[in-house]
Nanobody, 116 residues
Framework: QVQLVESGGGLVQAGGSLRLSCAPS????????IGWYRQAPGKQRELVAR???????NYADFVKGRFTISRDNAKNTVYLQMNSLNAEDTAVYYC??????????WGQGIQVTVSS
């Protein structure tokens, strides 16, 4: 059962932008999206950005100044605005969510492909 749903991925040219969205599959879900990770072929999954319920953010060094994570608490949705994309950003992007009991959940992942 899919607990988190990601959208907004796709194919973009280098230098372009994409905006990813993540929300629970059910509006009554207790899962709160908290961040984005990515996994490129042959590599481990890595943190891209995360955001607290209060809005504090953390970014991986490789996306600082290019990506922005934000949250809409009313919609229980987290966004990842990705600008100045390059080929190294090509990966499957995963949304991570958590509950008050510290249980973690992952989305199915969404492909982002940047053509050079």
């Amino acid at each position: 059962q899919v607990q988190l749903v990601e959208s907004g991925g796709g194919l973009v040219q280098a230098g372009g932008s994409l905006r990813l969205s993540c929300a629970p599959s059910r509006s009554t879900s207790s899962i709160k999206p908290i961040g984005w990770y990515r996994q490129a072929p042959g590599k481990q999954r890595e943190l891209v950005a995360r955001i607290s319920s209060g809005g504090s953010t953390n970014y991986a060094d490789f996306v600082k100044g290019r990506f922005t994570i934000s949250r809409d608490n009313a919609k229980n949705t987290v966004y990842l605005q990705m600008n100045s994309l390059n080929a190294e950003d090509t990966a499957v992007y995963y949304c991570k969510g958590s509950t008050l009991l510290q249980s973690d959940y992952w989305g199915q992942g969404i492909q982002v492909t940047v053509s050079s």
